[in-house]
T-cell receptor, first 114, second 114 residues
Framework: AQSVTQPDIHITVSEGASLELRCNYS??????LFWYVQSPGQGLQLLLK??????LVQGIKGFEAEFKRSQSSFNLRKPSVHWSDAAEYFC????????????FGTGTRLKVLA | NAGVTQTPKFRVLKTGQSMTLLCAQD?????MYWYRQDPGMGLRLIHY???????AKGEVPDGYNVSRLKKQNFLLGLESAAPSQTSVYFC?????????????FGPGTRLTVT
């Protein structure tokens, strides 16, 4: 069965430090992968996506993610975190073949220390 | 261009009452989705639609019904609310893979069933 795992429920980093949020997926074909961010009380906003091609993708707000097929991973990174990055981050596998559905991970809540 | 809007933003129901949540999008998207978000469980798909007049069940459809009479609107109904349906409900829409694949989310509806 298809699934998305985000092993870290909470992560705390200091402002200016680097960040990596982990995402692993289980899917029998080349996936379409997404990272979304949710600020408190808000809906989800797309950070970046991977369909094919270059395995390192750039997104908004200085985020990037790397697709590693051998590890079934799509980890999100940022070299220097800002206080405004505090939010919840969701990884998703999208548009599953023939179903138009998406599966979301359970999310990672990021706290940024000043 | 309002994007995806949801009505109402908040609602409190008593067990057994009914209500309808309205989702509207002005991006001419074919695909629309209803999710519920519960702590520690990420987003779970309730129902979705791949076009006007069509609907399909998602991961957690029991207790909910949907209708898509117009392309821009997707309604989620609760016929007899239960405390287990206390949640935050998000609507999303998408062009599908041909349009980039990402979903656009509304701001959410916080529903409490007492």
């Amino acid at each position: 069965a298809q699934s998305v795992t985000q092993p870290d429920i909470h992560i705390t980093v200091s402002e200016g430090a680097s960040l990596e949020l982990r995402c692993n997926y289980s899917y029998g074909a080349t996936p379409y992968l997404f990272w979304y961010v949710q600020s408190p009380g808000q809906g989800l906003q797309l950070l970046l996506k991977y369909f094919s091609g270059d395995t390192l993708v750039q997104g908004i707000k200085g985020f990037e993610a790397e697709f590693k097929r051998s590890q079934s991973s799509f980890n999100l990174r940022k070299p220097s975190v800002h206080w405004s990055d505090a939010a919840e981050y969701f990884c998703a596998v999208g548009a599953l073949r023939g179903t138009y559905k998406y599966i979301f991970g359970t999310g990672t809540r990021l706290k940024v220390l000043a | 261009n309002a994007g995806v809007t949801q009505t109402p933003k908040f609602r409190v129901l008593k067990t057994g009452q009914s209500m309808t949540l309205l989702c509207a999008q002005d991006m001419n998207h074919e695909y629309m989705y209803w999710y519920r978000q519960d702590p520690g469980m990420g987003l779970r798909l309730i129902h979705y639609s791949v076009g006007e007049g069509t609907t399909a069940k998602g991961e957690v459809p029991d207790g909910y019904n949907v209708s898509r009479l117009k392309k821009q609107n997707f309604l989620l109904g609760l016929e007899s609310a239960a405390p287990s349906q206390t949640s935050v409900y998000f609507c999303a829409s998408s062009w599908g893979l041909a349009g980039g694949g990402e979903q656009y989310f509304g701001p959410g509806t916080r529903l409490t069933v007492t």
